[in-house]
């Protein structure tokens, strides 16, 4: 069975036919999940804000003016959670830090850890545009030309992002050494 297209899903959901918005969440979440996962920090934290985004999605249907752009539209407000979700995961991840890492790991666990500790904390201080352009481009995978209709920006501009985001990294995690 061939799926709808989004327009087609969303014409039959305001009709009254809610199981064709299962459609879209399977297809949304499989194409954006590694991009809220980047944004957020965490697969835990990313699930959070697909759910929240696909409540939000539901409930502010008749917002979306294009049916047929229904993942452009789901884009804004997923990237909108993600950094809600993320500002409040560093509200508490203050308390977090109190916690000792267990004796049992392994040198080289341990400084792998420690790695990517240390690459979260350096995403989490570039600039919400700089974090999605990356994510977009380096963790999705995705184009410049995908990424300029996602995010409704020019090319040029999320070239500047991406690069301005690898040099701010490049500095942070060259200070660890």
Not at 52 to 72: K, P, Q
Not at 76 to 91: E, G
Not at 133 to 144: C, N, T
Request: proline fraction near 1%; aromatic fraction near 6%; glycine fraction near 6%.
């Amino acid at each position: 069975m061939v799926e709808p297209g989004d327009g087609d899903a969303i014409r039959r959901v305001r009709q009254g036919d809610a199981e064709a918005f299962r459609v879209i969440v399977t297809r949304y979440r499989r194409q954006y999940g590694r991009y809220a996962i980047g944004l957020t920090g965490d697969a835990d934290s990313a699930a959070d804000a697909m759910q929240e985004a696909f409540i939000r999605a539901w409930s502010s249907l008749d917002s979306c003016r294009d049916a047929d752009r229904f993942g452009s539209w789901f884009f804004r407000i997923l990237t909108n959670q993600c950094h809600t979700v993320r500002s409040r995961k560093r509200d508490t991840d203050d308390v977090d830090q109190m916690e000792l890492a267990a004796p049992s790991r392994s040198d080289e666990t341990l400084e792998r850890s420690e790695l990517a500790d240390a690459l979260e904390e350096a995403m989490g201080k570039l600039t919400n545009e700089q974090r999605e352009a990356f994510v977009l481009k380096h963790v999705d995978g995705r184009s410049y030309e995908e990424m300029a209709e996602l995010l409704g920006t020019g090319v040029d501009a999320l070239k500047m992002r991406v690069h301005r985001a690898r040099e701010a990294l490049r500095t942070m995690m060259g200070a660890l050494r």
